[in-house]
């Protein structure tokens, strides 16, 4: 499947549209404004409905974020500590584990699931704007790796602010 997100440019904390294939609003993911640490409310962009939520951990050396479903942990998206690239990791319960690689500077990386790939991330189409194209493997988690993508995108944003 293949999706678009796009950060809204005018809104009080993070906020995102994700649109299907063919531009219709599937997914909002609404960012608490004026809360300490990330929370975002991942929902479905018709009812409003919560999929999931998605919250950063504080106090960790590492970043991290927690993805909530149903009112618990789903699965944990860490940035790893590489001496020449970045990487991060979506932990998910058993051996179903991502691997998230590439050019996050340049918004191009890829999602693998015991070395094949599943998903992958390109802002190269959108450049003028923070939107990106997300193209998904048929069968993959799309709400797991649409999470991790904003996920991507608030570390990655954060760490240009403060560099």
């Known amino acids: 499947m293949r999706y678009q997100m796009r950060q809204k440019f005018f809104a009080f904390g993070d906020d995102f549209m994700i649109k299907d294939q063919h531009g219709d609003d599937v997914y909002l993911v609404d960012g608490k404004a004026f809360s300490w640490g990330d929370k975002l409310s991942f929902q479905d962009a018709d009812t409003r409905d919560e999929i999931a939520f998605i919250a950063q951990k504080m106090?960790?050396?590492?970043?991290?974020?927690?993805?909530?479903?149903?009112?618990?942990?789903?699965?944990?998206?860490?940035?790893?500590?590489?001496?020449?690239?970045?990487?991060?990791?979506?932990?998910?319960?058993?051996?179903?584990?991502?691997?998230?690689?590439?050019?996050?500077?340049?918004?191009?990386?890829?999602?693998?699931?015991?070395?094949?790939?599943?998903?992958?991330?390109s802002k190269k189409?959108?450049?003028?704007?923070?939107?990106?194209?997300?193209?998904?493997?048929?069968?993959?988690?799309?709400?797991?790796?649409?999470?991790t993508a904003v996920v991507v995108d608030l570390v990655c944003h954060d760490q240009k602010n403060n560099a």
């Open 59 to 121: 106090w960790s050396f590492k970043p991290k974020y927690e993805i909530h479903r149903a009112g618990r942990v789903f699965a944990e998206v860490v940035k790893e500590f590489t001496w020449f690239n970045s990487k991060f990791t979506l932990d998910v319960p058993g051996p179903n584990d991502y691997e998230i690689t590439g050019s996050f500077w340049k918004h191009e990386y890829s999602f693998s699931r015991r070395g094949k790939t599943v998903a992958s991330v």
């Open 125 to 147: 189409m959108f450049a003028m704007t923070d939107t990106y194209g997300i193209d998904i493997v048929s069968g993959e988690d799309d709400v797991a790796i649409l999470a």
